[in-house]
């Protein structure tokens, strides 16, 4: 019932754009705070981006900052990630994930996209 569903991944040449979707249903999702992580072969997954607040606020991890930038669409039920000046370091699967708001114990994540950047 409960499903994110990540979607826009593939291949793209350095210095290229992605934009990433997350498309969630089974939950209320103004009720969650959304963030995107990625995980390369052999290393931990990490937070890419997130929204850390009911107003709106967001956060990066520094190795993005100023290249990429995460959206919502509430009325769409989907969070978006814009991904500009891709580099190969970027290379990754990316996952979308849900965290509970207002005291709401309970996350899902996605399944994960493919994103390689490579000439």
């Known amino acids: 019932q409960v499903q994110l569903v990540e979607s826009g991944g593939g291949l793209v040449q350095p210095g290229g754009s992605l934009r990433l979707s997350c498309a969630a249903s089974g939950f209320t999702f103004s009720w969650y705070g959304m963030s995107w992580y990625r995980q390369a072969p052999g290393k931990e997954r990490e937070l890419v981006a997130a929204?850390?607040?009911?107003?709106?606020?967001?956060s990066y991890a520094d190795s993005v900052k100023g290249r990429f930038t995460i959206s919502r669409d509430n009325a769409k039920n989907t969070v978006y990630l814009q991904m500009n000046s891709l580099k190969p370091e970027d290379t990754a699967v990316y996952y979308c994930k849900a965290v509970g708001l207002f005291g709401l114990a309970r996350s899902y994540w996605g399944q994960g996209t493919q994103v390689t950047v490579s000439s």
């Open positions: 929204f850390t607040g009911v107003g709106g606020t967001t």
